[in-house]
């Protein structure tokens, strides 16, 4: 099985802090969006705020709105909260705002539409150090078993899988407990390697099979488990997604929270007490995140906030270990694609299909920024 193993110890907490609401919130829309509210309107959580196709822009604080355009800002009151409508499990879906939690983003009732034969529910954290996925798996799994028995019972799937990490010893129990062969919810413990929380892995690693670009391909649908719980709480609840658990790091500190849409970085850092003056702060996970700053938004897109020491270490010469080319999980070759970047021969090294991972540049011991070439490299092939 390609992947690392990053983590040297990993304590894990299930405990998860609600960071209070801020006084303004900032939701981010794409330009095709159709935005219904106008400025001054007061909104409610959860109030439908517009739609981008079929899929609704929710409202993650109650307040007045004082900005619509590039992004609607939200001057927040007293918390009142509206529940969403919907007849059908698609709807639910749609009007509740649910995008896959896991990285990708894409509107959930996209791959829901289809008839699959198996449904992979992914317990495996996408990042390595976070533990969002955990906590959310130990506290809702009632919850969570109720949406995945309906979901055995009333759509095409003839088995659903459940794919966790073999040393998590408490959700190992949490989860034998609570379901049994009958259910016809198979349990698959999986070694805690980056990336297998990947879609295209996990279906490798789960089913053994592999497809060239939508897991239907081979008859599945994967779901991280978040994106499991927020359809539970649609379905069920009429609850649409405004907010979802992070994890929080710094160099000695490990928190899982519960932020909204639309918050700023330092306001979840200040809650917490953590001083964030002259550290490098990323959001979205080590390997896959990006730089942010205090101000940066967070969206539901984010499973982490990294607040660290900004030591940043110096380059050196390849020594041919191979190690990048040995560890990279989708087959490429990333020491020769920095040697041939300027050549015809580019092309044949397929910087494209890289998934932008980062193991290369974490393995490299000459400490060569790999996957930043191999994404220019894709950016140059792609032109
Ligand atoms: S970042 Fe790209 S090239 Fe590097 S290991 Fe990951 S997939 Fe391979
Ligand atoms: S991992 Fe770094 S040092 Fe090793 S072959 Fe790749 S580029 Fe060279």
Redesign the pocket.
């Known amino acids: 099985m390609i992947g690392i193993k990053v983590e040297k110890q990993k304590q894990l907490s299930d405990t998860i802090t609600t960071i209070p609401c801020p006084k303004k919130i900032t939701i981010p829309y794409s330009k095709n969006a159709k935005i219904k509210v106008k400025n001054k309107d007061f909104v409610k959580t959860g109030t439908i705020l517009g739609y981008d196709k079929k899929q609704a822009i929710i409202s993650s604080a109650t307040g007045i709105i004082t900005k619509i355009s590039p992004k609607i800002e939200i001057e927040t009151k007293e918390e009142k909260k509206v529940k969403i409508k919907h007849t059908n499990f698609i709807e639910a879906l749609q009007n509740a705002g649910i995008y896959g939690l896991s990285g990708s983003f894409k509107p959930t009732y996209l791959k829901y539409q289809y008839d699959a034969s198996t449904l992979i529910v992914n317990m495996m954290e996408c990042e390595p150090y976070v533990m969002a996925d955990y906590a959310v798996s130990i506290n809702y799994i009632k919850e969570i078993r109720e949406i995945l028995v309906y979901l055995l019972e009333n759509q095409s799937y003839n088995e659903v899988i459940i794919a966790y990490p073999n040393n998590q010893r408490k959700l190992k129990e949490v989860l034998t407990t609570t379901f049994k062969e009958d259910d016809g919810i198979r349990l698959i413990s999986l070694p805690n390697l980056y990336?297998l929380g990947w879609e295209k892995m996990l279906v490798r690693a789960t089913v053994h099979k592999d497809y060239q670009d939508k897991p239907i391909e081979v008859g599945c649908i994967v779901s991280n488990i978040q994106t499991i719980y927020a359809m539970y709480k649609a379905y069920f609840l009429n609850i649409p997604l405004y907010e979802r658990v992070i994890t929080v790091i710094t160099k000695d500190y490990k928190q899982n929270v519960l932020v909204r849409n639309g918050m700023k970085v330092k306001e979840v850092l200040k809650y917490l007490k953590i001083p964030y003056e002259n550290k490098k702060i990323i959001l979205g996970g080590l390997m896959m995140g990006k730089l942010a700053t205090p101000n940066t938004i967070i969206s539901l897109k984010n499973n982490s906030i990294f607040c660290i020491e900004d030591e940043t270490l110096k380059e050196s010469y390849c020594i041919r270990c191979g190690k990048?080319t040995n560890?990279?999980?989708?087959?490429?070759?990333?020491v020769l694609?920095k040697e041939q970047f300027n050549m015809e021969s580019l092309k044949r090294l397929h910087?494209e299909?890289?998934?932008?991972?980062?193991?290369?540049?974490?393995?490299c011991p000459a400490r060569i920024p790999?996957?930043n070439i191999?994404?220019a490299a894709?950016e140059k092939v792609r032109k």
């Open positions: 990336p990048c560890t990279c999980p989708v087959k490429l070759q990333p694609i910087p299909k890289c998934i932008e991972c980062s193991i290369c540049s974490y393995i790999l996957k191999v994404l894709k």
